[in-house]
């Protein structure tokens, strides 16, 4: 399912048009994306929460050319699923 699909979907349950579902969904986006640029966190309950974590710098190695590269230390984004999410997947 691609974001096409999600806009479609939520146009359908929602009762909206294309382009508000699309204004919605790009939205949601901004929003969790602003935030976790801000170092916060977006929880939804039951559903799951979006967060970031810091990964350290490493040494790891080029595999064409088989040289070691230094790595960088970066902010990667998390998600964690919520309860409701992993039995509804479950099933």
Known sequence: MNKKDVVD???SKAGLSKKDADNA???VLDVVT???QKRGTVAFTGFGTFSTSDRA???GVNPATKEKIQIP???VPKFKAGKSLKEA???
Do not use: H
Request: no cysteine; charged share 20%; net charge positive.
């Open 9 to 11: 979907a939520v146009a």
């Open 25 to 27: 969904v790009n939205a």
């Open 34 to 36: 602003d935030t976790l």
């Open 57 to 59: 710098a490493r040494a």
């Open 73 to 75: 230390a970066t902010t």
């Open 89 to 91: 997947v479950k099933k």
